[in-house]
């Protein structure tokens, strides 16, 4: 299996900016599409952003497209989400996930979780 570890979390002011990072463990960590979701006390896990297993391609949510960026980097085994211009709205536990094969925005569908970093960005 794939273990994963975020890191990078913390207490921002609004306008602000947040490197998240997630290690992976395995051999095999370039085979895998990566994704960044988020889940805010009493609301459902959303997702956040997602990119191909070789960086080729990224995609975003709407609520957070120009502000972040995802990349990777396969020989590090490394996934990284840049947040930029920071708002209260974004305070949540971020995940990383991993998916064997493709990507999707959808959390089911993704086979590996690490355990989540706190955001909170103040006002």
């Known amino acids: 299996q794939v273990q994963l570890v975020e890191s990078g979390g913390g207490l921002v002011q609004a306008g602000g900016s947040l490197r998240l990072s997630c290690a992976a463990s395995?051999?095999?960590?370039?085979?895998?599409?990566m994704g960044w979701f988020r889940q805010a006390p009493g609301k459902e896990r959303e997702f956040v952003a997602y990119?191909?297993?070789?960086?080729?391609?990224?995609y975003y949510a709407n609520s957070v497209k120009g502000r972040f960026t995802i990349s990777r980097d396969n020989a590090k085994n490394t996934v990284d989400l840049q947040m930029n211009s920071l708002k209260p709205e974004d305070t949540a536990v971020y995940y990383c996930?991993?998916?064997?094969?493709?990507?999707?925005?959808?959390?089911?569908?993704?086979?590996?979780w690490g355990q989540g970093t706190q955001v909170t960005v103040s006002s």
């Open positions: 990119i191909t297993w070789s960086g080729e391609n990224t």
């Open positions: 996930a991993a998916r064997r094969l493709g990507v999707s925005r959808r959390p089911s569908e993704y086979n590996y």
């Open positions: 395995g051999r095999t960590f370039s085979s895998y599409a």
